[in-house]
């Protein structure tokens, strides 16, 4: 496995789900993050993880949990999710030490909340 | 002041056309430019990247074209072919943290 993995690719949850997205990287990042990707809407960022800890979290919801375990894994978990959060969640990694400022972006799930 | 904006939003150029897609930003603490490729079903993949001390760099046929005072920066795609067909984002950040991404161009190549 190279790059970033997501899993699963897509996902159908009911709003009293509770259900875990899935993302490993293995490129030997230190930072991870977090996007939501809607239609017409620019990517907005979520969460950023640096050398595990939250660095930022900006202003989501609380039915939005990320856990960040090691450096290689982020999941992201919800519950109680409403249909507007139906979107394509992007995970991304990168090296910020050795000035090389580019992410590396998963293939995303697809999540539709019904 | 965080915002990065985008135009076009959709843009059709013939095959061996030159395509341009332009950004514009409002934070002067922006230091790093990416330009990012999305295809269908994949997530965006870095295409080519300026720091603010140059006012150009070019990747192949990919260009880009970063004016400071102005605070806006282009992407130029030379010959630009069918399989160049993708949305495109730019995006800016400040000490590669953050990136804040435009919304993104609908490119299409018509052969």
């Known amino acids: 496995e190279t790059g970033v993995t997501q899993t699963p690719r897509h996902l159908v949850m009911g709003m009293t789900n509770k259900k875990s997205l899935k993302c490993e990287q293995h490129?030997?990042?230190?930072?991870m993050y977090w996007y939501k990707q809607s239609a017409k809407k620019p990517l907005e960022l979520m969460f950023v993880?640096?050398?595990?800890?939250?660095?930022e979290n900006n202003s989501v919801p609380s039915r939005f949990s990320p856990e960040c375990p090691n450096s290689s894994h982020l999941f992201l978990h919800l519950h109680t999710l409403q249909p507007e959060d139906s979107a394509l969640y992007l995970c991304a990694s990168s090296q910020v030490s050795t000035g090389d400022y580019g992410y590396t972006f998963g293939s995303g799930t697809r999540l539709t909340v019904v | 002041q965080q915002q990065v904006k985008q135009s076009p939003q959709s843009l059709i150029v013939q095959k061996g056309g030159i395509s341009i897609i332009n950004c514009a930003y409002e934070?002067?603490?922006?230091?790093?430019f990416p330009w990012y490729q999305q295809f269908p079903g994949k997530g965006p993949a870095l295409l080519i990247a300026?720091?603010?001390?140059?006012s150009e760099k070019k990747e192949g046929r990919f260009t880009i074209s970063f004016n400071k005072s102005a605070k806006q920066f282009s992407l130029h795609i030379m010959d630009s072919q069918p399989g160049d067909s993708a949305t495109y984002f730019c995006?800016?950040?400040?000490?590669?943290?953050?990136?804040?991404f435009g919304q993104g161009t609908r490119l299409t190549i018509n052969p």
């Open positions: 995006a800016a950040s400040e000490w590669a943290q953050k990136l804040v």
């Open positions: 934070n002067t603490a922006f230091d790093y």
């Open positions: 993880y640096n050398f595990k800890e939250q660095t």
């Open positions: 300026i720091r603010p001390d140059v």
């Open positions: 490129l030997g990042h230190n930072a």
